[in-house]
Nanobody
Framework: VQLQACGGGLVQAGGSLTLSCAAS????????MGWYRQAPGKQRDLVAT???????NYADSVKGRFTISRDNAKNAVYLQINSLKPEDTAVYYC?????????WGQGTPVTVSS
């Protein structure tokens, strides 16, 4: 399984971004896709996840600003990020969790300037 993420960049505080991630390979119909982020010098933390049945879970810090969605036909997951804050600066990783294991994308950096 391979995941390719894109959509990161430099944005001003208050702005918006949409991150995309496409998975390929042997993908189970039943899986959970998600986004994690790692700020400089910090551990990688959960941002949001979405199951193949579209059930979602968000970190408290992003509720109301971030929206996760997926397209099962494309094996893709998206993260709409609104009202960006400088503390959202991090490398964002997409992930897929299925019976055969947990898989990670290469990360896409998001930098929010104040």
């Amino acid at each position: 399984v391979q995941l390719q993420a894109c959509g990161g960049g430099l944005v001003q505080a208050g702005g918006s971004l949409t991150l995309s991630c496409a998975a390929s390979g042997s993908i189970s119909r039943i899986n959970v896709m998600g986004w994690y982020r790692q700020a400089p010098g910090k551990q990688r933390d959960l941002v949001a996840t979405i199951g193949s049945g579209a059930n979602t879970n968000y970190a408290d810090s992003v509720k109301g600003r971030f929206t996760i969605s997926r397209d099962n036909a494309k094996n893709a997951v998206y993260l709409q990020i609104n009202s960006l804050k400088p503390e959202d600066t991090a490398v964002y990783y997409c992930a897929l969790n299925q019976f055969s294991g947990m898989y990670w994308g290469q990360g896409t950096p998001v930098t929010v300037s104040s």
